[in-house]
């Protein structure tokens, strides 16, 4: 079970700030405290411009943590994620709030992951990847995209465990179709202890389904719109089998079995 | 403007509203800042005029469903629906924890209900538990049975606090909807029957919309407007309150900056409370704090009360 540390407000550093598909960008913020405490799953509340006009914080999970930086991939969807783009190398205008949230967690014993991620739900698993890889439990990646230029993150993952298998959309990389179909094949001929997922909400109920059917556990890391990322708005609600509970909390990452998916909002833009 | 502190004397801070005194008019607003435990990693909690809880009704309520925000130019729209636990499981956690962890600051406790009988229920119930003072949420857009229906007129506004004064010798604020014609009569009818202060605005009633799926952008298709954008509005309105009745006035409405407050204590306000500024920053309060003793310091300000009403308006 992650345990996350105290989190603080932190004035950050970019370092860098690349595109790195079509629509994405990989920002590295200098976050010394943030990166020294951060948990796999967990997620950073970044305020992107000092500006009046655009009033809230942006919640980004984190994609990677070394040393004393973080990484963060943002797809750009709206006019904050478009000021985070514009952010140049040495920009000291923004701060964070984090590490926040509930990541993710390894179940006892167990010995063998599937990691799922559709297009950008990449981002939340990179850490865990590592993790994985660092305690000795062999993971399995499936990743879907829309197309070859939307997949991210192929290499860390390709790094970092056993074997990726790619689906897109459109068959421009891996296999022509959804990754549901690449994870019905593995549920069929491999076991796992459990299953890890971020991307599309309906992506993401197939595969709950899936691993429902194949009897293995899975978490999910799920998206909301929110105002303080700390607990105290209640935007951010998601509606579980306990009622309702907060994401920015009690998640974003959640035991699938206890999501009541038919409450289910609209994709945020950010 | 009065010139009586020394380079180096600490201004007075401290306000009163009725039986009430403050260490300094600086609350955080209800419903935005659940009761104090979220923020307590950031500041200490302590160092606050006051803290007004989020809303609590007698039995749980679930609130309304998602998306229940959507950002705005320089605000925000929420439709949480006074999510909360009732009352009995907020004297349980929010006030228990409170009292172990914030026991030198003030708690104001957000009364909510769908009637007259539910209002009076929650008080009844608060009697004997450690609070300050009670803030009759007459107010929010965000609820279909009572909530600012109780606000939007004189005599609904008036017979919730008729019912409620026998039941408790505490302070009684009152918290105004912005969303009538005329908020200073609303105000003065709420005094007559006895409420002990007014806090305003609550949220302006909004909505906004995504064109490109031709659907509103909250699922309760309307909801409360907060953040800067309302600034101008909220300081009109305590002005107008604040010139037609005697009970002190809270002010609030776009409050993120020290200066920010001292307009609303200009315009009449005796005490201001930082809302939609606590999810901006989690320290927000706490900077509106320092920097309004900062100023006073800077303008020579010797008490922080003389700064009520002192907006200079020529005749």
């Known amino acids: 079970m992650t345990h996350s540390a105290t989190p603080a407000l932190e004035r950050v550093t970019v370092l860098a700030n690349d595109r790195v598909a079509e629509g994405v960008g990989l920002i590295v913020l200098l976050a010394p405290r943030c990166a020294a405490s951060v948990r796999p799953g967990q997620f950073v509340h970044l305020r992107v411009t000092d500006a009046r006009d655009l009033i809230l914080r942006r919640p980004f999970s984190v994609h990677r943590a070394e040393g004393e930086t973080i990484e963060i991939l943002y797809q750009v969807l709206g006019e904050g994620t478009l000021r985070l783009a514009e952010k140049e190398p040495g920009d000291t205008s923004m701060d964070l709030v984090g590490p926040l949230g509930h990541g993710w967690w390894v179940p006892e014993g167990a010995v063998h992951a599937l990691i799922v991620t559709g297009g950008l739900g990449a981002a939340p698993l990179g850490m865990l990847a590592e993790q994985l890889a660092e305690s000795g439990i062999a993971a399995v990646t499936a990743m879907g995209a829309p197309t070859a230029s939307r997949l991210v993150a192929r290499d860390l993952y390709e790094s970092v465990t056993r074997r990726v298998e790619v689906a897109t959309d459109d068959g421009s990389a891996g296999e022509h179709g959804f990754v549901t179909a690449v994870t019905a094949r593995l549920f069929a001929v491999e076991r796992f202890d459990v299953v890890y997922t971020c991307g599309p909400e309906v992506m993401q109920r197939a595969i709950v389904a899936q691993a429902r059917e194949a009897g293995v556990p899975c978490q999910v890391s799920l998206e909301r719109l929110m105002a303080c990322g700390i607990g105290a708005c209640l935007s951010c609600v998601v509606t579980t089998t306990e009622g309702r509970k907060r994401a920015c909390v009690d998640g974003p990452v959640f035991d699938a079995g206890e999501v009541c998916w038919d409450d289910s909002e609209l994709p945020p833009r950010h | ?315």
């Open chain 2, 1 to 315: 403007m009065t010139q009586s502190s020394r380079p180096g004397t600490s201004p007075d801070m401290r306000v009163r509203i009725g039986a009430l005194e403050l260490k300094n008019p600086v609350m955080a607003a209800s419903g935005t800042f659940a009761s104090g435990r979220e923020f307590a990693d950031f500041i200490d909690l302590s160092r606050l005029g006051a803290i007004v809880t989020k809303g609590v009704s007698p039995q749980a309520w679930a609130g309304n469903d998602s998306p229940r925000i959507a950002e705005t130019a320089s605000g925000m729209l929420n439709s949480i629906g006074l999510q909360n636990p009732g009352v009995e499981a907020f004297c349980a956690k929010d006030l228990a924890w409170l009292a172990e962890n914030a026991a030198d600051t003030p708690v104001i406790v957000n009364v909510s209900g769908h009637s007259q009988s539910q209002y009076a229920e929650v008080i009844e119930r608060l009697e004997s538990e450690r609070v300050d003072a009670y803030e009759l949420n007459i107010s929010c857009p965000n609820v279909d049975e009572g909530g600012m229906a109780f606000g939007t007129t004189c005599e609904a506004a008036a017979d919730v606090v008729t019912a409620c004064r026998p039941l408790t010798k505490r302070p009684l604020i009152v918290k105004l909807s912005p969303n009538v014609t005329d908020i200073a009569a609303i105000a003065q009818s709420v005094e007559a029957a006895g409420a002990d202060a007014v806090s305003l605005i609550n949220t302006l009633l909004g909505m906004a919309v995504d064109a490109s799926k031709r659907r509103p952008k909250l699922a309760r298709v309307v909801g409360g407007l907060s953040g800067p954008a309302i600034k101008p509005v909220a300081l009109r309105m305590v002005w107008q309150v604040a010139s037609a009745v005697t009970v002190p006035v809270i002010g609030m409405g776009g409050i993120v900056t020290a200066e920010d407050a001292v307009e609303f204590l200009l315009c009449g306000a005796t005490a201001v409370a930082v809302g939609t500024a606590n999810f901006m920053d989690p320290t927000a309060a706490i900077r509106v704090v320092d920097g309004l003793e900062g100023w006073c310091r800077h303008y020579g300000v010797a008490a922080v009360t003389e700064l009520v009403g002192a907006l200079e308006v020529d005749a």
